[in-house]
């Protein structure tokens, strides 16, 4: 039995939804509410100790981190295959997704303020040490901490923007001999990408998604 402990918003969880739709599998949804912070009660740190979704639980094993969780669907159930044939590939498709990874904090920047930020900055001060109290890692302490007390600024957020648009450099010139970002197939890297791909189209820099910016990534 699949169980996707995950929250519709979610990039990270997206990328889980997309690999399990594309195998067909079925699985039990189990959304997490952000905004009530879910993720870090006692009872959802058991299943997942990072306090963060998703958490993709297969018969009653949890696995963590989303790029993982798409590697251990397709080893488990292999067709259609989602991995490149070479072990070369296969190294290409870890670090595009790690590379992906690597621009949470960019991501972050943008995340949380129509949505949680709301929901943050209400908070009076003791309620905030509440809050940061049950996050276990120190990155999203700081996060929780920015959107509650001091919201990026214009020149974070343009910063931010400048370094996911390199991101979509990089993945345009990656596709242009096949069409996909590694070998010749949709693979894991391409599924990491889409949600984040998603997230710049439609509220970070549409302007980027242009025919004449970044054709490929945009097709
Ligand atoms: N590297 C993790 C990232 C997970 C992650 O950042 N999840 C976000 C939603 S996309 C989250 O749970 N945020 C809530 C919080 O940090 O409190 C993965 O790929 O699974």
Redesign the pocket.
């Given at each position: 039995m699949i169980i996707l402990h995950h929250?519709w918003q979610?990039?990270?969880?997206r990328?889980v939804r997309l690999c399990l739709e594309e195998k067909n599998l079925e699985y039990e949804g189990h959304v997490v509410d952000?905004g009530k912070?879910e993720?870090?009660s006692d009872a959802y740190k058991q299943i997942n100790p990072?306090?963060?979704?998703?958490c993709l639980v297969h018969d009653g094993r949890p696995v963590?981190?989303?790029?993982t969780?798409c590697e251990y669907l397709d080893e488990t159930f292999p067709d259609p295959p989602l991995r490149p044939d070479t072990p070369y590939e296969r190294a290409e498709m870890r670090n595009w997704v790690r590379h992906i990874?690597a621009q949470?904090q960019n991501l972050v920047t943008f995340?949380w303020k129509h949505s949680l930020q709301l929901v943050a900055q209400k908070w009076s001060d003791a309620e905030l040490e509440e809050v940061l109290k049950k996050?276990p890692s120190k990155e999203?302490r700081e996060?929780?901490m920015r959107v509650a007390r001091r919201p990026y600024t214009k020149e974070e957020e343009d910063e931010a923007r400048a370094n996911l648009v390199k991101l979509l450099d990089r993945m345009e010139a990656a596709m242009e001999k096949s069409g996909w970002l590694v070998g010749n197939a949709y693979s894991i890297a391409d599924i990491a990408a889409v949600p984040f791909v998603k997230r710049i189209e439609e509220e970070i820099a549409p302007d980027e998604m242009q025919p004449n910016k970044h054709p490929r990534v945009a097709h």
């Open positions: 929250a979610s990039s990270a969880s990328r952000l912070l993720q870090h990072l306090g963060v979704v998703p963590h981190e989303s790029g969780m990874d949470i995340n996050i999203r996060a929780w």
